[in-house]
């Protein structure tokens, strides 16, 4: 590969709005709120599963102050999904905006708006409510079971898209795949591997809670400005809810305080939208700590079913996986996030047979989301503890197996065809794959060499090493469009303006390096703009790692023309055909020295001198493949033998995302994910009471890591040049999440000898493992 | 309003006037005066977003009733920094890629500014323990830690 050079992609260019944002400068949804704005508050279910027998809400109609109370017998009944997703929707339309019937602890029941906070709360405890409690479902076996209570027995409930869907067995979404024979394989092989895991439900925790502020403009229209990763998925799902034609909505994304996915759901926008819409008063709605983990979204929980089989030589013959979700009360990205699973992990390793399946069930628990790693990371725990385990059974040493089995660069996966978000999969061969240097300098940077049996550890502290492969994808091929807009300005500067949605990643940063790698100039001249459904171009949002690779070929693309356009201005002031010029540092030079005009020049001469027009162009992009980006993962962890407790003493995360088109950024998308990973493996977790109310719902007792928890990071990444991304690029933004899982359950077994097969791993767990070992 | 109460401190230098309602919290005047720089995250003293310095200490402002800080100073992020005389705990986070979404960070440079005021030479191990209090969930803490130890290294007498 040709050594390629960037003047501005690949450089660590000062984020754009890192010192705004240091600054403390007004740029988040709360810092928008008029000193008018109602202040909208929620009524939540006490019951998991309940009827609302009656419901009186004239008392707190009348009280002073108040201006809105709504509930299900005073808003359209439309079924309709909360998933921010393409359209027609995989997820089941499942979801009303106020319903008879309750669904988990923290479901809707009425909401209100009123002057202040304080109003709207003593509001909301004058609403007298009857319910009929119904038999709570709160596991996926009790789901499944035979005669267990049906979640959603609602005539209206249903699949927009041919999928399976049966909402009396309480499934929620089903998917497949098989490739080969997997049972014939098993039952052949000289190796066998079959071993169950579960992985637990967690939250986002974005520091910036869903908040949303609604008001009708002075030509009537809704304007909704919230912090969401998808824009016009929210105004296309608002208008939807409403029953009001989209264009009499707008969204406006501001900064975003954090999404990972939560913010990929249309929470509030319905509600603070109808409240504005009835109250003709601006109306504004945070949520409460509590309040976004219980009423907000999850990750989807998974029972998870490994088996292997290998041939006489440790050759891998079968991998089979059978994946059961539980989506929790409403069936939000249910489909997809399971699909993800085996279509994010199975084709990281090659075997001639392969098996997949998928169910999403209905519990009466909180809902199920996008999440970071969606599927991805669960089947990660699972299938890369599995690998672990089953190189020990064959005897080879499990980096080895991974070396000799993980995908290469010009091989396919039939798992890539087969299977896809809601209909068939799309045909893919790897382009670039660092993935064997990925392990090879990660597994240096960890000491993997050192790494002894654990049955050789002695004393009360015990130290073990453990690694995995992961792969994830960057876009959802054939589904996701992002567009990008350019115009020049008089001073040889660009608006950028896109419907891609920066969540803090620091997308419009990469973007904006994209477009002035494109047009020759530095990314100070580009001033972005996203995301507003009124201004930008379409996109689907920030979700499926996808804005880095989807958008920002649109952004090439514009850039490109753009830079077109220039030339065939310069040409006209510089006598020379376009051919004969080329683009430096913001100028167009005559090639053979002969001048030069400045982008000044150009842009004076295009709106001002003669043949006037504006130097603009839009482009559209969709993806036809996803290339996953590819890491290797190595932890060591140190265990107190008499306690249990584990400590992660050094995590390095080696990532193969392609170019990377800010180095800083990318560096910063891996160890936040990775730090994210670790503390969910290791201390995150819900904890219930047997009527299902989450019972640590604040930070106090649901422990995310600070900076004391931080263990030495060692953060790798390794280029490649991915021929179909703009300048070679990758996502990044995902993968890092799907490695702590099983990094750590696999140093935990190098460091004791247990293998604990379900997250997260709490000192008690580890220490009971030992006791029964 | 019934019940209010006028209170005075030092807001960012300058004294201020501010009516209150009774048990009506820092952060809740802070934001509904216009500074809006300091966040809410938790509510409930839990994630740090709304620090603010206090008479030389960060305190999370969205546990201090207002009345506390009567004849107090305060200092916000406002206070800090601004566009042309940015602070170096804000260029040294920009500059190292700590700021993801940016919505700790605020809360994070006041801490920060409170150690590093009272303790330039605040070792590792105080850097860590300080900040245990703020939150981040997109940067997994490594870019700000570098970008913390860089300003405490950079207020260090040079060695000859």
Known sequence: ?773 | MSGTKTISFTLNGAKKEFAIAPGELLVKLLRRSGLTGTKEGCDEGTCGACTVIVDGRAVMSCIMPAFLVEGRRVETIEGVGDFGKVHPIQQALADAGAVQCGYCIPGLIMSAKALLEEKPDASDEDIRTHMDGNLCRCTGYEKIWTALRNVRDANQPKQA
């Open chain 1, 1 to 773: 590969m040709a050594k390629r050079t960037f003047k501005v992609v690949n450089q660590s260019v000062t984020k754009l709005d890192a010192i705004p944002l240091a600054l403390g400068k007004p740029l988040f949804v709360a810092d928008f709120k008029p000193a008018d704005a109602l202040y909208a508050k929620f009524l939540w279910s006490p019951h998991a599963h309940a009827i609302i027998k009656s419901i009186d809400i004239s008392a707190a109609e009348k009280m002073p102050g108040v201006h809105c109370v709504l509930y299900h017998g005073n808003v359209p009944r439309i079924a309709h999904t909360t998933a921010g997703q393409g359209y027609p929707e995989p997820s089941p339309y499942d979801t009303f905006m106020f319903d008879r019937k309750v669904r988990y602890v923290g479901d809707r029941v009425a909401a209100v708006a009123a002057e202040t906070l304080e109003i709207a709360e003593a509001a909301l405890k004058a609403i007298r409510v009857e319910y009929e409690i119904l038999k709570p479902v709160l596991s996926i076996e009790e789901a499944l079971q035979e005669g267990s209570p049906v979640i959603h027995d609602e005539p209206e409930a249903r699949a927009i898209i041919p999928v399976p869907y049966e909402p009396q067995k309480n499934i929620a979404a089903k998917v497949g795949m098989d490739v080969g024979n997997v049972e014939q394989a098993i039952a052949g092989a000289a190796y066998k591997l079959d071993n169950s895991y579960y992985i637990h439900l967690a939250q986002h925790c974005p520091i910036e809670p869903h908040v949303a502020l609604a008001h009708v403009d002075a030509e009537g229209r809704l304007v909704i400005r919230t912090s969401t990763q998808v824009p016009f998925h929210a105004r296309r799902i608002t208008a939807q809810v409403l029953d009001i034609p989209v264009r009499m909505v707008r969204v406006i994304k501001p900064r975003i305080g954090g999404g990972f996915g939560v913010k990929q759901e249309v929470l509030i926008e319905d509600v603070v939208g109808m409240m504005a819409w009835r109250t003709r008063r601006p109306v504004f709605l945070m949520y409460t700590r509590e309040e976004e983990f219980v009423s907000s979204r999850t990750r989807h929980p998974e029972r998870i079913r490994v088996r292997l089989g290998a041939d006489p030589e440790g050759t891998l013959t079968a991998l089979s996986m059978d994946c059961i979700s539980n989506t929790g009360a409403y069936g939000a990205h249910a489909l997809t996030v399971v699909c993800n699973s085996g279509s994010k992990v199975l084709p990281l390793y090659r075997s001639a047979n392969v098996h997949f399946t998928g169910t999403a069930v209905y519990t009466n628990l909180p809902v199920g989301g996008a999440y970071r790693g969606y599927g991805a990371t669960q089947a990660a725990f699972a299938v890369e503890s599995a690998v672990d385990e089953f190189a020990e059974t064959i005897g080879i040493d499990p980096l080895v197996f991974r070396m000799n089995h993980h995908i290469r660069s010009g091989e396919t996966s039939p798992v890539f065809a087969a299977l896809g978000e809601g209909k068939a999969g799309v045909q893919q061969s790897i382009g670039s794959c660092g993935l064997d240097k990925c392990i090879k300098l990660g597994a240096k940077a960890i000491g993997w060499k050192k790494r002894g049996d654990w049955r050789k550890k002695k004393g009360r502290y015990r130290r073990g090493i453990g690694m995995c492969c992961l792969m994830q994808g960057s876009s959802i091929p054939e589904i996701d469009m992002g567009a990008a807009s350019l115009k020049m300005n008089e001073d040889g500067s660009f608006n950028l303006l896109m419907g891609a949605t920066d969540l803090g990643t620091g997308s419009d940063t990469v973007l904006a390096q994209i477009a002035a790698e494109a047009i020759g100039t530095t990314s100070d001249k580009i001033l972005v703009y996203s995301s507003d459904t009124d201004m930008t171009p379409f996109d689907v949002g920030a979700y499926a790692s996808s804005t880095t690779y989807l958008t920002g070929n649109a952004v090439l693309d514009a850039g490109l023309k753009v830079k077109k356009q220039i030339l065939s201005v310069a040409a006209e002031l510089l006598e020379k055909k376009p051919s004969e010029l080329e683009v430096r540092d913001a100028q167009v030079f005559a090639k053979d020295g002969s001048g030069s005009v400045t982008f000044q020049d150009v842009a004076l001469h295009s709106l001002y001198a003669a043949n006037q027009f504006q130097i603009a162009a839009i482009s559209s992009n969709i993806s036809h493949k996803s290339p996953p980006p590819f890491a290797a993962h190595f932890a060591e962890v140190e265990i107190d033998t008499e306690t249990g407790l584990i400590r992660v003493v050094k995590y390095v995360a080696a990532t193969d995302c392609g170019t990377a088109i800010h180095p800083k950024l990318a560096e910063g998308q891996v160890e936040g994910a990775v730090m994210n990973g670790i503390c969910y493996a290791l201390t995150e977790q819900y904890l219930f009471n047997e009527k299902g109310r989450m019972t640590n719902d604040s930070f106090l007792n649901y422990k995310i890591y600070s900076m004391r928890d931080k263990p030495e990071m060692v953060t790798i990444l390794v280029p490649t040049y991915e021929k179909t991304g703009p300048f070679g690029a990758k996502s990044v933004s995902e993968i890092g999440i799907n490695g702590p899982c099983p990094v750590i359950a696999n140093a935990i077994y190098n460091a004791v000898g247990v293998r604990l097969r379900e997250t997260p791993f709490t000192p008690e767990k580890i220490w009971r493992a030992m006791q029964q070992h």
